[in-house]
């Protein structure tokens, strides 16, 4: 039987991976001030969320060979797995400066911390290099080698893509209804979050395993791409209507002028009146104007239209998932336990 990490489990890893990355960082004479600064970055950045994506991978290996892994194929996969935690890291301290966010997983954003500034946009950059430096140490000899240099590559192009679009479709200060759509929703959605999230740990766990066949990738990138889709819907909808308390912040899509799941929903079925209400009242930093956009969201009904979309998605990721061909590696259960994971959470 397949064996489930867990976040203590996947953490214990990671002081190995910090040595390895500090030892590089010294092989340059990096003076002590500088790598102790480095050392700093990785454990407040890398360090201390969820690491649901880097645990997927483990969970992925697992599941593909059906049983309990091997201390060495847990540290193969667990490191791949951090290097995906790491990339996320990148993404974050960046996204963090670009949005002006003020804090990240309950303390202030790094850049805000203090002394930080701007020196964050570099130590973004290094904790995207730490990645190629765990790559080259521990999966030089690897056959698939040059694949992952490869897919990390690809990936991280694909988010800053749709990272993009994004800030170029709904800039906080700039609120222009007309600029948004499904279409382009989708592509932020796909490629700012379901590649690296969804696709991403599943590619990197076949690689591994020496099983991504063309055909292999394929269909779990038939898969994940659609449920990170869904993943990201949701995410909306909860920003919206889901309990503070549940969710763990307070949503803040409707001032921020998200291009989101919901607004989208409501544009393309609103009356000229309501429209009027949406152009005079969204994106602006105000609770009384926000409170206006969550009521007509409630007259559109728009939760009962999220309800009809998670179900028929579901039930269509559930047979494309019924129709995965085993034949040369990949197994349903992978798929089964990423949307076990998402259907009808609650945070």
């Not at 951090?82 to 949005?99: H, N, Y």
Request: with cysteine; charged share 25%; aromatic share 12%.
């Amino acid at each position: 039987m397949a064996q489930k990490t867990t976040l203590q489990e996947f953490e214990s890893v990671f002081p190995k991976l910090e040595k390895v990355l500090l030892e590089a960082a010294e092989s340059y004479k990096l003076p002590t001030q500088a790598l102790d600064w480095y050392k700093k970055s990785l454990q407040v950045n890398a360090v201390g969320g969820k690491c649901n994506r880097g645990m997927s991978v483990p969970d992925s290996v697992s599941l593909l060979l059906g049983r309990a892994l091997t201390e060495d194929e847990y540290f193969q996969a667990a490191t791949l797995g951090w290097m995906t935690e790491l990339l996320q890291a990148f993404f974050l301290v960046s996204d963090d400066i670009m949005d002006s966010s003020i804090t990240r997983r309950g303390k202030p954003c790094w850049y805000r911390q203090e002394g930080v500034g701007m020196i964050a946009i570099n130590d973004a950059f290094m904790l995207e290099t730490a990645i190629y430096t765990l790559l080259k140490k521990f999966f030089r000899s690897h056959p698939r080698y040059v694949d992952f240099l490869e897919i990390f590559h690809e990936v991280t192009f694909q988010t800053e893509i749709g990272q993009l679009c994004d800030l170029l479709t709904a800039p906080e200060d700039v609120v222009d209804l007309d600029n948004f759509s499904m279409e382009k929703y989708r592509f932020i959605v796909v490629y700012k979050t379901a590649y690296y999230s969804f696709y991403l740990p599943v590619a990197l766990a076949l690689y591994q395993l020496d099983l991504a066949t063309p055909e292999n990738l394929k269909q779990a990138e038939n898969i994940l791409i659609p449920l990170g889709e869904y993943f990201q819907v949701q995410d909306d909808y909860l920003d919206n209507f889901g309990l503070p308390e549940h969710i763990g912040k307070i949503g803040t899509d409707i001032m921020d002028n998200k291009c989101s799941w919901l607004v989208n929903q409501a544009l393309a079925i609103v009356t000229p009146e309501q429209r009027r209400i949406l152009e005079e009242n969204y994106g602006r930093k105000d609770s009384a104007k926000e409170a206006v956009v969550k009521k007509l969201y409630d007259d559109l009904k728009l939760e009962q239209r999220y309800r009809d979309y998670e179900e028929s998605i579901v039930a269509d990721l559930r047979a494309q998932i019924d129709r995965i061909d085993e034949a040369k590696g990949l197994k349903k259960g992978v798929f089964e336990a990423f949307l076990g994971k998402i259907y009808k959470r609650s945070k």
